[in-house]
């Protein structure tokens, strides 16, 4: 069976860091692009940032680029989300998703529970 | 970007009737385009992608058309289990984008 589980939230203040965990199993991680997703209360769901198999290429939201890095370990099945320099409006529940096939195709299934991400002083 | 626009943001009807979901782009993203269904504490789900291809386990009751800026889910005949969030997602340009949800409710 295929498990995404989704770790690492938590309250933190502005300017502060914190660092989210996917750990991956039932599938052959290195062969799936990967990404995370965050729900918030007033804009919905908004893609944050997306990783290759390999992890030479990644891609980001704007909103997000020099503040976040996205990185795998695919020797431990594990996606990572470094989120520094947090803001208010980073408030979220943060999901890992892996691509649908592993042919590249940016829709994502399945996806993480989520884990919640309150940055507040 | 492109933008994705979601209409109604909530649509109210009954179990057996049919639910027409509208997801118009700002510009085209071909057939570039999927649903999601998310319910309270569960993560989304991939319903349909490219357009109209059921994800799979997705009952036949869910289907999707559409091309270029306008797109439509629908629900043939709602089951309880189908009230909940809907969301449109393109994957034609960077940054990919989501629909701001339609919320299908009893």
């Known amino acids: 069976e295929v498990q995404l589980l989704d770790s690492g939230g938590g309250l933190v203040q502005p300017g502060g860091s914190l660092r989210l965990s996917c750990a991956a199993s039932g599938f052959t991680f290195n062969n799936y692009v990967m990404t995370w997703v965050r729900r918030t209360p007033g804009k919905g769901l908004e893609w944050v940032s997306t990783?290759?198999?390999?992890?030479?290429?990644?891609y980001y939201v704007d909103s997000v680029k020099g503040r976040f890095t996205i990185s795998r370990d695919n020797s431990e099945n594990t996606l990572f989300l470094q989120m520094n320099s947090l803001r208010v409006e980073d408030t979220a529940i943060y999901y890992c998703a892996r691509d649908r096939t592993t042919v590249t195709s940016y829709w994502f299934d399945p996806w993480g529970q989520g884990t919640l991400v309150t940055v507040s002083s | 970007e492109i933008v994705l626009t979601q209409s109604p943001a909530t649509l109210s009807l009954s179990p057996g009737e049919r639910a027409t979901l509208s997801c118009r782009a700002s510009a085209s993203v071909d057939i570039y385009l999927a649903w999601y269904q998310q319910k309270p504490g569960q993560a989304p789900r991939l319903l349909i992608y490219d357009t109209s291809y059921r994800a799979t386990g997705i009952p036949a009751r869910f289907s999707g058309s559409g091309s270029g800026t306008d797109f439509t889910l629908t629900i043939s005949s709602l089951e309880p289990e189908d009230f909940a969030l809907y969301y449109c997602q393109q994957r034609r340009n960077w940054p990919l984008t989501f629909g701001g949800g339609t919320k299908v409710e009893i």
């Open positions: 990783i290759s198999g390999s992890g030479d290429k990644t």
